[in-house]
């Protein structure tokens, strides 16, 4: 009876969830993550304006697309990882809109599929003043978005997660970008779009080293769990070091712009984030280092598309 009576008022005092606030979606986007399909963007853009005339509209469709492919890819990581019991109110890293705020799993999987629906009008737009192959190559990137998280095989437990990233995140949407502006891809704008390609698997490299020992208690496979904690940090410091070679060699070999040199001033942040990954073994502890990660890929590719920029005017 009494075992009753405390049950009844366990139910009573549950807190039931507050209708979500604007922050709870905000945080859902993983808005920290986002540069990651910005600057791609962004740097193809200023490459295109090395030989052509900017077609603003173009620009901004493919920028907006771009983003709400990565955010639906950021839900629908959300969605899959608690339906598979993998995240819970302490998780680090993530949105937390299901196990923290109380929004319906299926609320964020039907937004996903609504931001995949407004990016392909947007697509739609772009292909009718371009080509409809970018129907395929776009189709194809939404896939991988989907696919990274969800379905049988997910991309995110396997070693090839860094890969993925930096081709769709990376190597494809600076194409995108320079294509629909120049209508057509060069060997120079394939050269370009290698280092930032390689920083945004660095995101992600970043991401898993964090969640390492998370990650191999539930079944993952990921590259930073075969290599082990140092040798994925030591890893991460060699993409980061062919990053700014690969920029110097271009400089010096197909006559790109010294103003790209401005890359330099990311270094320092390229220096923190390896430094914060030293000596740690918590996920929590390594927040900073892969916060650190994701802000160097960001000034890096911003300085070069901005070495672009000031190349063109000057």
Same mark, same amino acid.
């Given at each position: 009876?009494?075992?009753?009576?405390?049950?009844?008022?366990?139910?009573?005092?549950?807190?039931?969830?507050s209708?979500?606030?604007?922050q709870?979606?905000?945080?859902?986007l993983r808005?920290?993550t986002?540069?990651?399909?910005?600057?791609p963007? +962004?740097?193809?853009?200023?490459?295109?304006l090395?030989?052509?005339? !900017?077609?603003? *509209?173009?620009? $901004? #469709?493919?920028? /907006?697309?771009?983003?709400?492919?990565?955010?639906?890819?950021?839900?629908?990581?959300e969605?899959?990882?608690?339906?598979r019991g993998?995240?819970?109110?302490?998780?680090?890293?993530?949105?937390?809109?299901?196990?923290?705020?109380?929004?319906s799993?299926k609320?964020?999987?039907?937004l996903?599929?609504?931001?995949f629906?407004?990016a392909?009008?947007?697509g739609?737009?772009?292909?009718?003043?371009?080509?409809?192959?970018?129907?395929?190559?776009?189709?194809?990137?939404?896939?991988?978005?989907?696919?990274?998280?969800?379905?049988?095989?997910?991309?995110?437990?396997?070693?090839?997660?860094e890969?993925?990233?930096g081709?769709?995140m990376g190597?494809i949407?600076v194409?995108?970008?320079?294509?629909i502006?120049t209508?057509v891809?060069? +060997?120079?704008?394939i050269?370009v779009s290698?280092?930032i390609?390689? !920083?945004?698997g *660095?995101?992600? $490299? #970043?991401?898993? /080293?964090?969640?390492?020992?998370?990650?191999?208690e539930?079944?993952?496979?990921?590259l930073?769990?075969?290599?082990?904690?140092d040798?994925?940090?030591?890893?991460?410091?060699?993409?980061f070091?062919?990053?700014?070679?690969?920029?110097?060699?271009?400089?010096?070999?197909?006559?790109?712009?010294?103003?790209?040199l401005?890359i330099i001033?990311?270094?320092?942040?390229?220096?923190?984030?390896?430094?914060?990954?030293?000596?740690?073994?918590?996920?929590?502890?390594?927040?900073?280092?892969m916060?650190?990660?994701a802000?160097?890929h960001t000034?890096?590719?911003l300085?070069?598309?901005?070495?672009?920029?000031?190349?063109?005017f000057?």
């Open positions: 009876m009494e075992e009753r009576m405390n049950n009844s008022k366990d139910k009573l005092n549950k807190v039931t969830p209708k979500p606030t604007w709870v979606w905000w945080r859902l808005p920290h986002l540069t990651a399909s910005f600057v963007v +962004f740097l193809g853009t200023m490459l295109a090395q030989s052509h005339t !900017l077609h603003f *509209g173009l620009f $901004m #469709a493919m920028m /907006i697309a771009s983003i709400l492919i990565q955010s639906a890819t950021n839900m629908f990581n969605y899959y990882d608690f339906k993998l995240d819970h109110a302490g998780s680090v890293g993530i949105g937390g809109a299901i196990v923290r705020d109380g929004v799993a609320t964020v999987l039907n996903a599929f609504i931001f629906g407004i392909i009008l947007l739609v737009y772009i292909c009718i003043l371009t080509t409809w192959w970018i129907a395929v190559i776009g189709s194809i990137c939404m896939a991988a978005g989907y696919f990274y998280t969800g379905g049988p095989h997910p991309i995110a437990y396997t070693p090839f997660g890969i993925a990233a081709v769709f190597l949407l194409l995108l970008s320079f294509f502006q209508g891809i060069t +060997f120079e704008s050269l290698i280092p390609s390689i !920083l945004v *660095g995101i992600l $490299m #970043a991401n898993n /080293i964090r969640d390492l020992e998370g990650d191999k539930k079944g993952r496979k990921t930073a769990i075969l290599l082990g904690h040798k994925a940090v030591a890893l991460l410091e060699w993409m070091i062919v990053s700014y070679l690969w920029v110097v060699a271009l400089i010096i070999t197909i006559d790109l712009s010294l103003w790209l401005l001033l990311s270094i320092p942040k390229a220096f923190k984030a390896i430094r914060l990954f030293e000596g740690k073994t918590q996920a929590a502890q390594m927040m900073p280092a916060q650190a990660t802000q160097m000034q890096f590719g300085l070069m598309a901005i070495g672009l920029l000031l190349a063109y000057i």
